[in-house]
């Protein structure tokens, strides 16, 4: 089992190389690197974390050099550790990322991971029909192994169209959202193996790594064992809310159930109900599951979030993750008037 430390951990010295060689992991996801066409994001943001109602934020900065420069830097982390350094790339041109994995090729590099829920996120005129073109044509590119990194509305737009089986996907339990200046934060939304896992099912996407915002070292357990296909896991919330030492307890437990995770038919979370009821008292309006509802039932009207009824396919996958459980199921009634 591969055990992958985030970018989103700030890996920036020698010293963290090594205290995450000793706590088990096996790969390490270099700084995020943004191509000209996203550069807007390049420039670290300090404070890199941020905490809101119990939630973690990350805000979302790229490496501030050039291509050149950030080979450098890639170079110098593989040279310096026993780890497998994975390149993390955003861009939305094809052009331009055949350039890229071109020269990542060329120094060695064999995967890179593409995070497709921050592209999605930075470039607002990119259409549905442009991320389906880009997944369409980035196997073709190079022989490099691509790890697409997808979020939760991603993952719901998924259910739109067949990702084809052997693209390496990572499920990450996140969303983005974007501040009126323009600056990018990533949450890490913190919900249950069994709902993740009841999730990613319904979408019918094949999944070879998660990266879970799960609390406890038992829930990532419970992953994997009804997930058997997962090759790996992207440790990002586990090792900045615990430490890594946690990580060294996850990797030993992982030792004692690997061999003892068997295929088995795993069954679907069927939500029976005629509609949903939004309690407006405890909803925010972060607009999460507006983002992500596979059939855009779910719109902010008269700020109000309202679903529509006739859209409604009846998922329950808003239920599932609202962060403050907000959004519950309901059984309509007939109810007869008698006049007196």
Not at 275 to 297: E, F, Q, R, W, Y
């Amino acid at each position: 089992m591969k055990l992958i430390a985030g970018s989103e951990l700030r890996v920036s010295s020698l010293k963290t190389l090594s205290r995450l060689e000793e706590n088990g992991f096996t790969a390490v996801e270099a700084d995020l690197y943004a191509t000209e066409d996203l550069k807007f994001l390049r420039g670290f943001k300090t404070p890199y974390y941020l905490y809101h109602n119990g939630v973690v934020g990350y805000r979302v900065s790229a490496f501030p050099g050039n291509l050149s420069t950030y080979i450098k830097y890639l170079v110098q982390l593989r040279n310096n550790t026993s780890l497998e350094v994975i390149p993390i790339l955003v861009s939305t041109k094809i052009s331009t990322l055949r350039v890229l994995m071109k020269s990542l090729s060329d120094e060695g590099f064999s995967s890179i991971v593409l995070d497709l829920g921050l592209i999605m996120t930075a470039h607002r005129e990119w259409s549905r029909r442009s991320f389906i073109r880009m997944m369409e044509n980035i196997p073709y590119l190079l022989d490099i192994n691509v790890l697409f990194r997808i979020d939760l509305p991603i993952l719901a737009l998924c259910k739109l169209f067949n990702l084809p089986k052997e693209y390496s996907v990572i499920v990450q339990s996140s969303t983005y959202e974007v501040y009126s200046s323009g600056e990018i934060v990533k949450w890490f939304i913190p919900i249950g193996a069994e709902s993740l896992r009841s999730i990613i099912k319904q979408m019918n996407v094949e999944v070879r790594y998660l990266s879970p915002a799960f609390l406890e070292v038992q829930e990532y357990l419970e992953a994997l064992k009804s997930m058997p296909e997962l090759e790996g896991l992207e440790l990002v919330h586990l090792p900045l809310v615990k430490g890594f030492k946690t990580v060294a307890e996850l990797r030993h437990k992982l030792q004692k159930i690997e061999p003892k995770v068997e295929e088995r038919e795993l069954t679907i979370s069927e939500y029976k109900f005629d509609t949903i009821i939004v309690d407006h008292s405890a909803c925010d309006l972060c607009g999460l599951c507006i983002d992500i509802c596979p059939s855009s039932a779910i719109e902010l009207d008269k700020g109000l979030i309202v679903v529509s009824d006739n859209l409604c396919k009846r998922c329950g996958i808003c239920i599932s993750l609202c962060p403050k459980n907000a959004i519950r199921l309901a059984k309509r009634l007939e109810v007869e008037t008698v006049e007196e």
